[in-house]
Each structure stands twice: as C-alpha cells, then as structure tokens.
C-alpha cells in the first residue's frame, strides 16, 4: 500500500494510538524525531509513525525506536516498541450493528456458459433388478448384398455300390403262399456281389392266397373229327438218354398213317410226323482252383450256410486252413489263417449254428482246441 493513502486513516488513529502508548510505557514521546532521511520511511512529523513492507524491515526494538509506531503493509496492521520488544497494536473497534440491506441490484446478463467439466468417475454398479418382460421381436432387416461364390470343395470320395437281390422265397412263415424275397444293401468289400454280412434291408414280396374256384362252364359242342387234327403227345425219356430228366414231345395228323385209326382223337406212331426232345443231364465240373497241379487243394469236411460252402482246403503259403465259396457268384476265398505261415490249421467237423460256425483247429501252440467264427463279422477266435 503507498504512503499517501495511508496517511489520512493514520491521522485519525494517532490519538487512540497515543492513549495505548502511554498505558503501555508510561514515558512521554521523545521530541527527537528521526529526520526523513531514516532508514524507514516516516508518515507523519506530529506521531512516531512509520511504513515498513513487512515485519522483516522492522529495526531493532531499542532505545532509539522506543515508542514508534510501524505500519506494517504485508499484514496490514501496526507494531510499537516498547519494553517488552515489538508489540502488535490491534486498532479495530467492536463490530458495528449490520446495516440495513441495500436494495437489491437488477440483474446482471447471464454470462456465457462455462466449459464441460471432466466427466466423474463411474459409480458402482446398482443391485441387478428383476428380469423384464422379453420386448417384441423387431421386424427381420433386409437381406445383406449376396456375398462372393466361395471356391468349389474338394472332390469326395467315391461311393460304394448299393445292390439288390432277388430270390424265391418258398411258402412258409415269411410268406404263406410263397413270394419273392428282396435283399438290399452296399457293396463294402468291392466284390460285385451281395455277401450275406452285407445285407442291410430284406423285404418280402408274397403271392396272394389261391381264390376260390369258379363255376364250370357249360360243356361245348362237340367237334367233328378231321383228318386234318394236329395231335399232340408228350413223354418222359429214359435216364440213360437224360440222366437229369426231360420231355418228348411228338406231333402229327389223327390221318391213320402208318395203320392207324384215322380220326380216333389218338395220336398213334404211325401218325407221328415231328419228334422234339429236351433233355436235361448232370454236368460235373470244377468250380474252383484252389492250388493248381497234380496233388489239388483237398477240399474237405464240405459244409453249408445260406448260398456259401465253408470247408477246410490246402495251398502250399498257408497249409490247410479255413476256406469258403459263395455259390451266388462263384467266388472263393480263405476265410482264416488259423495257423500262420505255411502250417496247417486243420479246420475240421466243421458245424454250423445260427450265424456262427464252430470247428476243430490248431493254430500250431495249444494243439487242437474249439475253434468258432462269427459269419456276420467275419472274426474267428478260440
């Protein structure tokens, strides 16, 4: 604060300054005042009153500086020396009654907003409520753009061959008149033909129960005989001729050739013109090849299930050992090597029971024990 507006509030406080001092010193104020060219700055030549920025320029309390009066601008409040040293001299009245209030002042234009202040820090999470009611499905959006065709896949593997079979099926629990019996399943092995492990579906397609005769019709006029009749006559020949069985059969005109009755309804030898035979004989061959050469697999011990033949045959890598035939297409197979190697594994009296045959066999360490297959799996184990 400058001196020259001190001064006139110092005026008015001199005389309750004057009063404090005496009470405090009782001595009476020296009439040697320091001249202006002191170290401090004094405001007023009638009262020892001086001006100091703060309570650091305050000179030595003592007998030179008894009894003066500082101001002191940094606290805006007076120190005198006296006896005791510096001296806060507090100049300030009892408070004042409040004034009345002013009228209060129209008011002032709104000032421009401040700016956002930084958003707080997130409070804790509340305690979960109770799960609403689901909303409306909302309405489905447009299709998107169809996206870019994606590469071809890889080639799959090739599929295995579905095959059906037919066959008679004679009259009995599956089909009481007889019927036809449909076999289906996939080719697994690659063979070309149905295996019975292979069938995966069988159906039955059965005759229909023979319907009731009907009445005999009323008999026709009878014929005149004619020479011209072609007569018919059908026999069996010998077994010698057709050792499976046949028919002949024999053709000609009721003429009476050959000293027969002409017109007698009877075809007689002389009347014979035509001779058909058919002739069925037993054929024998070899089905298989099993080791070709002078001495022969040996088949042996012959046994059936369904359309296969099970039996016991020799080759000179696997010895003696379990062997089957299927009839529907004439392959053939080993079915085990019992006994590794070229040892034999002599499968004999071989017994069928159900899906499973049972044999004898030695698998060349235990000797000869009872040995079983399983068709359906095809696993033999002892």
């Known amino acids: 604060m400058r001196k020259e507006a001190i001064a006139p509030i110092l005026v008015l406080l001199m005389l309750v300054a004057m009063g404090g001092y005496a009470m405090m010193n009782n001595d009476v104020v020296s009439d040697d005042s320091p001249s202006e060219e002191n170290e401090n700055n004094q405001i007023s030549d009638e009262w020892d009153v001086y001006y100091v920025d703060s309570g650091d320029d305050l000179p030595a309390c003592g007998s030179a500086t008894l ?140 005759n229909g129960a023979d319907g009731q005769n009907g009445q005999n019709g009323a008999d026709g006029a009878n014929g005149s005989a004619s020479p011209n009749t072609m007569l018919t006559s059908i026999s069996a020949p010998t077994l010698q001729a057709c050792s499976s069985g046949g028919r002949i059969i024999e053709q000609g005109l009721d003429n009476g050739d050959g000293g027969g009755t002409s017109q007698n309804g009877v075809l007689e030898q002389g009347e014979v013109d035509y001779t058909t035979t058919y002739c069925s004989n037993f054929v024998v061959k070899r089905i298989a090849d099993i080791y070709s050469g002078f001495w022969g697999a040996e088949a042996n011990d012959i046994t059936v299930m369904g359309t296969r033949l099970y039996f ?71």
């Not at 004439?330 to 499968?347: H, K, L, P, R």
């Not at 066999?361 to 079983?372: H, M, P, Q, R, T």
Request: hydrophobic share 30%.
């Open 67 to 206: 009894g003066r009066l500082y101001y002191v601008a940094s606290t805006a409040g007076f120190e005198t020396c006296t006896s005791a040293g510096w001296a806060f001299v507090n100049l300030t009245g009892p408070a004042g009654a409040d004034g009345a209030n002013g009228t209060d002042g129209a008011d002032g234009i709104d000032g421009t907003n401040g700016a956002d202040g930084a958003n707080g820090t997130d409070g804790a999470d509340g305690d979960k409520g109770d799960v609403g009611e689901d909303g409306m499905d909302g309405m489905d959006g447009s299709d998107g753009d169809r996206g870019d065709v994606g590469e071809d896949g890889m080639d799959g593997m090739d599929g295995m061959s579905a095959l059906a079979v037919t066959t008679t099926e004679p009259a009995g629990s599956n089909c009481a008149d007889g019927g036809l019996k449909i076999e289906v399943g996939v080719d697994g092995n690659g063979n070309g033909a149905l295996d019975s492990n292979e069938v995966s579906y069988t159906e039955y397609v059965c």
């Open 312 to 382: 016991e045959a020799y080759t000179p890598s696997s010895g003696g050992e379990l062997w089957a035939h299927e009839t529907t297409n004439g392959s053939t197979w080993q079915v085990a090597d019992i006994n590794s190697g070229s040892g034999y594994g002599y499968a004999n009296d071989i017994t069928v029971m159900g899906t499973r045959l049972y044999f004898e066999a030695d698998d060349g360490s235990s000797g000869y024990e009872l040995w079983v297959m399983e068709i359906e799996h095809s696993i033999s184990y002892s």
